[in-house]
């Protein structure tokens, strides 16, 4: 029989120290400078004063030298990128925890101030670019490719889609308004090779984008809503 593998803990990876925060010296009080000098070398010992603000996270041998997001997701395996997929990472367990705990945060605020939940396709025909003008605009940053005689892309972000949504069905009523769409589109932006770093820009990611249809009299109040 097949030997049983035990699943992973999204929290059972390396460790790396937390921040420091300003926020555990003001919540001692201003008497906390008071006390005795063994304390206050003991207090030296630690780093940076955290009055000073969040400190960067360090290296786990106790080296003074900051990590980067990129050495985070390796220590911890939270997330790597593979030759294989440049630009789109590939998150592991406990990256897909934390990732899953982020959708969810976002979900529950969308949620709090109206928003429907929708869901787009990631490939269209390029017409629907060419008429929002993506092709005129961004072409030379989009994935693009014949499929059975048609030209066809990825969308770079989800507007397009969300424009069709709300036009389908033909007019709608003023008493509907506004209608807020979110959602979580895994969007795809061909970026330069040289200019991808990490986490921070890639080709593959998920954009949590919405759009808010309503009337003249409704902008000014949903611009200040959201």
């Known amino acids: 029989t097949r030997p049983s593998r035990r699943r992973p803990s999204p929290f059972g990876a390396k460790r ?5 925060e300003a926020a555990e010296s003001e919540a ?7 006390g005795s000098k063994e304390a206050a070398e003991s207090e030296a010992d630690k ?9 960067e996270c360090r290296a ?15 220590r911890q395996d939270l997330w790597f990128a593979d030759e294989y997929a440049p630009g789109a990472p590939f998150f592991l367990p406990a990256g897909a925890h934390v990732y899953n705990k982020l959708v969810e945060l976002m979900r529950k605020e969308c949620w709090k101030e109206g928003y429907s939940e929708v869901l787009s396709p990631q490939m269209l025909s390029a017409r629907i670019f060419e008429k929002s003008g993506h092709i005129a605009h961004y072409e ?15 969308k770079p972000m989800s507007c397009p889609c969300h424009c069709v949504m709300f036009n389908r069905g033909g007019a709608v009523s003023y ?27 890639v080709v593959r990611f998920c954009q949590d984008d919405a759009h808010i249809f309503c009337s003249e009299e409704q902008v000014a109040a949903e611009v200040l809503g959201v």
């Open 16 to 20: 790396v120290p937390a921040r420091r």
């Open 28 to 34: 001692e009080g201003p008497g906390a400078n008071e």
């Open 47 to 55: 780093g940076p004063d955290a009055s000073e603000g969040p400190q």
């Open 60 to 74: 786990c041998d106790g080296g003074d030298a900051p990590l980067s997001h990129q050495e985070v997701g390796q």
């Open 140 to 154: 030379a940053d989009m994935f693009l490719w014949d499929h059975e005689g048609q030209r066809v892309g990825l």
């Open 175 to 201: 008493k509907s308004l506004p209608i807020r769409l979110s959602e979580f589109g895994v969007v795809h932006r061909n970026e330069c090779r040289g200019s991808l770093s990490g986490l921070r820009r």
